[in-house]
């Protein structure tokens, strides 16, 4: 059974950077034959997807977050992390970590991932 955890802070203030990790078990990231996407969804609002990053490590972000975002993969701790910088209170959200088997590009919909992470609240605020 693969698991996926995100973690990280919970606050951020403004113009600073927001780091969360995605802790996989049950799947090696490398050799899984994963994709590993990252998916938020702000408060009253649809889910956004952000980027992801694949077994390869070859990434794929969203033109609207992509000169902000940057997804990397640590193989040694089995994990998989978002980077955004100069966050505003509108990156306020719930944040996921997922996994396809397939590639989907901008997709949200949740049929399509093999498995999510509970999900992290994160708030931008000073």
């Known amino acids: 059974q693969v698991q996926l955890q995100e973690s990280g802070p919970g606050l951020v203030k403004p113009s600073q950077s927001l780091s969360l990790t995605c802790t996989v078990s049950g799947a090696s990231i490398p050799t899984g034959w994963y994709y590993w996407a990252w998916i938020r969804q702000p408060p009253g609002k649809g889910p956004e997807w952000m980027g992801v990053i694949s077994s390869s490590g070859s990434t794929y972000y969203s033109p609207a977050l992509k000169i902000r975002t940057s997804i990397a993969r640590d193989t040694s701790k089995n994990q998989f992390t978002l980077q955004l910088i100069s966050v505003t209170p509108e990156d306020t959200a719930v944040y996921y970590c997922?996994?396809?088997?397939?590639?989907?590009?901008?997709?949200?919909?949740?049929?399509?991932?093999?498995?999510w992470g509970q999900g992290m609240q994160v708030t931008v605020s000073s």
């Open positions: 997922a996994a396809s088997k397939r590639l989907f590009l901008g997709a949200t919909e949740e049929h399509l991932y093999d498995y």
